[in-house]
């Protein structure tokens, strides 16, 4: 899977768990570009990500996340 379907993959999870229906992801989008993407959201994101791609996160790889880029990243070295 290649950057692209990977970043159409996340255009449909990220919608849906910000309850955002327009909303559309760069490389660059982080947590402070979307109105209710707290604590809480974050990890439900998280989780969403993990079970649409069948991989899970280690802290590190969380913690290196700084924006949607970054996740596209670490997703693609785990496919």
Known sequence: ?????????????????????????????TASDVDGWDSLTHMILISEVEKSFG???????????????DMIEIIASKL
């Open 1 to 29: 899977m290649n950057r692209s379907e990977i970043t159409e993959k996340l255009n449909t999870i990220f919608p849906t768990v910000f309850n955002k229906p327009g909303l559309s992801i760069t490389e660059s989008l």
């Open 55 to 69: 991989i899970t996160f280690k802290l590190k790889e969380l913690n290196k996340m700084k924006n949607v880029g």
